[in-house]
C-alpha cells in the first residue's frame, strides 16, 4: 500500500494528512511533528509511505478551513477506516452530526441501538483516525461536559468554539 502525506502547521499544532489512492486514511494533530509519522508508521506498518505535499495540496486546500475557521463541511473521500465493524459505525454515524451541533456519548450510543455502549462509543472515538473530518470533538458527556479526546482536551474546546460551540468547563462523566 502506497500513502501520501503531509505535515502541516496549524494554528491547533502540527497536523498530518494522509491518503491513499483511495481517498484520507489519517487526520491527526500533535504538538511535534516527529510524532505524528511515527503514528501514521505504527497505524500502516507495511504502507509506503511518502511526503507529497503535491499529491495532497487539493485536500489539504479544503481540511486546513475545517480546522482554523469552519464555516461548512468538509467533504472528502476516505479510504476506509481501519477498525472493527462498530467503530466504523460510530465513525458513520459522527459524519452525521452537523457542524455546530453536538451529541452525548449516550444519545450516539442509542442511535446505534446500544443504548448501554456509551463507553464503547467513547473509545471508537478515541481511536478515529481521521480527526476533524469525522468529526468525534463533537461528542460531549450527558452533563454536557467535553468528556474525552485523544487529541487533546485544548483541541477539543478550540474546535468546538470554532464552531460556536460553548460546552460546559467540567469534565466529570463520560456518558
Known amino acids: 500500500m502506497k500513502i501520501d502525506y503531509v505535515i502541516q502547521e496549524t494554528s491547533l499544532g502540527w497536523m498530518l494528512l494522509a491518503q491513499t489512492e483511495k481517498g484520507i486514511c489519517a487526520l491527526n494533530l500533535a504538538d511535534m511533528p516527529d510524532d505524528l509519522l511515527a503514528q501514521l508508521q ?26 482554523e475557521a469552519p464555516t461548512h463541511e468538509c467533504h472528502l473521500a476516505f479510504d476506509t477506516p481501519k477498525g472493527t465493524e462498530f467503530q466504523r459505525a460510530v465513525w458513520r454515524e459522527l459524519c452525521n452530526i452537523p457542524l455546530g451541533q453536538t451529541i452525548s456519548y449516550k444519545e450516539l450510543a442509542e442511535r446505534l441501538g446500544k443504548p448501554k455502549g456509551f463507553r464503547a462509543v467513547a473509545s471508537a472515538c478515541g481511536k478515529n483516525p481521521v480527526a476533524v473530518l469525522i468529526p468525534c470533538h463533537r461528542v460531549l458527556g450527558s452533563n454536557g461536559g467535553l468528556g474525552g479526546y485523544s487529541l487533546g482536551l485544548e483541541r477539543k474546546k478550540a474546535l468546538l468554539a470554532r464552531e460556536g460551540v460553548k460546552p460546559f468547563a467540567h469534565n466529570d462523566l463520560l456518558s
Open 42 to 67: 505504527a497505524e500502516y506498518p507495511q504502507a509506503q509511505c511518502h511526503e507529497n505535499p503535491q499529491a495532497l495540496a487539493g485536500s489539504l486546500e479544503q481540511v486546513l478551513p475545517c480546522i
